[in-house]
C-alpha cells in the first residue's frame, strides 16, 4: 500500500508550528523547503557556520508531510482545520508515495568517484574500479566529506599533483578523514587530522582504519605547537579568516598551505588575511569554489 503524501504552502510564521503540528497527528516525516525553490524566486536562507542567519524560514514555505496511509492524511488535514491551523484545503495537495527500497535508493546516489585518474572514492557496496591507483573506500555518514562536493574535490586534485610524499600532513576540519587518508595513501610520512566534532574524530579514525592507513585523529588542542610540511584545511570562509594565524603557525617555514570551502568571490579578501603570514593564490576553481594554495613564511 502506497503511503500518503499532503503539501501545505504556509508563510513563513507558520512554518514551525504547523510542523510540529502535523508530527502530533502522526506524520512520519514533515520536510519544510523553499516555496519558490529552483526559480528566480528562491530565497538562501542560512548563513555560515558561526553567523546568524538572516532569517528563520523562507517567506513561502511548502510543508511535505508523510503519512502511512490515506486515512490518516484525511484525518490530520481535518483536526488542522477544526482547529483553525490551517483556512482552507484551497493548495493542499495530494499524492501517493510509491515503497521503495530506500536504501537502495540512497545508495544509487553515491557512485564511485574519480579524482584526476590518480585516486577512486568507492562506497562499500560498489566494487573498486580495475586501476592501480589508490582507492579510499567510504561512505557517507555523520561527518562531511565524500569526495563529491567540490571543495572537498579541489584539495584532493591537490594532493593529487602534490604527492605529499615523505612529508607531514595536517588536515584541519578533518570531518571523514577523506584528506588525512587521501595523504597517507599518497605517501605522506605522518597525517594528523583534527576536528572540533568529536563525531568527526571518530569517524576519521574508523575510516582510516578501514582503509588500512595510519593517521591520528584528534581535537584542535592535540597539535597545540606542532609544526607540518603540509597544512591543508577544507572549512568555510569566516572560520578560515580567524584561523589564519593559527594556521600559518602550524606550518614549518616554507609549509604548503591548502585552502578550501571559498567561494570565488571570497578569493581576495581570504588572500589578503592570510598575506601577513603566507603566499597564496588561487590554485583551482569550480562550480564557484575555489581551492588557494602557496607557501608559509613564518
Known amino acids: 500500500m502506497p503511503y500518503s503524501e499532503i503539501v501545505i504552502p ?25 516555496r519558490w525553490g529552483d526559480t528566480e524566486r528562491e530565497q538562501a536562507l ?3 557556520p558561526g553567523l546568524p542567519a538572516e532569517r528563520s524560514a523562507w517567506e513561502q514555505s511548502l510543508l511535505r508531510a508523510l503519512f502511512a496511509d490515506d486515512a ?29 527500497d530506500w536504501v537502495r535508493l540512497t545508495q544509487s546516489q553515491f557512485q564511485p568517484v574519480s579524482i584526476a585518474d590518480a585516486l577512486w572514492i568507492v562506497p562499500s557496496w560498489h566494487q573498486p574500479p580495475a586501476t592501480d591507483a589508490p582507492v579510499i573506500r567510504l561512505d557517507p555518514g555523520l ?13 584532493l586534485e591537490w594532493l593529487a599533483r602534490h604527492r605529499p610524499a615523505d612529508r607531514s600532513v595536517l588536515d584541519y576540519g578533518c570531518g571523514s578523514g577523506i584528506l588525512a587518508i587521501a595523504a597517507a595513501k599518497f605517501g605522506a610520512r605522518s597525517v594528523v587530522g583534527v576536528d572540533i566534532d568529536p563525531a568527526a574524530v571518530e569517524s576519521a579514525r574508523a575510516n582510516a582504519a578501514e582503509n588500512a592507513v595510519s593517521i591520528e585523529a584528534g581535537l584542535p588542542e592535540s597539535v597545540a605547537g606542532r609544526r607540518f610540511d603540509v597544512v591543508i584545511a577544507n572549512i568555510l570562509s569566516a572560520p578560515l579568516k580567524l584561523l589564519a594565524p593559527a594556521l ?6 616554507g609549509a604548503a598551505l591548502v585552502l578550501s570551502g571559498i567561494l570565488e568571490r571570497q578569493a581576495d579578501e581570504l588572500i589578503a588575511a592570510y598575506a601577513p603570514y603566507a603566499d597564496l593564490q588561487i590554485d583551482q576553481a569550480l562550480d564557484g569554489w575555489v581551492c588557494l594554495a602557496g607557501t608559509v613564511r613564518n
Open 10 to 34: 504556509v508563510a513563513e510564521t507558520e512554518a514551525e508550528a504547523l510542523s510540529d503540528a502535523l508530527l502530533e497527528l502522526g506524520a512520519l516525516s514533515v520536510g519544510v523547503e523553499d
Open 46 to 48: 542560512y548563513g555560515e
Open 72 to 100: 490518516q492524511a484525511d484525518a490530520a488535514l481535518a483536526a488542522l482545520l477544526a482547529a483553525e491551523a490551517i483556512s482552507s484545503l484551497a493548495g493542499v495537495q495530494r499524492s501517493a508515495v510509491e515503497e521503495q
Open 143 to 155: 561527518a562531511f566529506g565524500t569526495g563529491t562536493h567540490p571543495t572537498t574535490r579541489l584539495c
Open 248 to 253: 600559518a603557525a602550524h606550518g614549518v617555514p
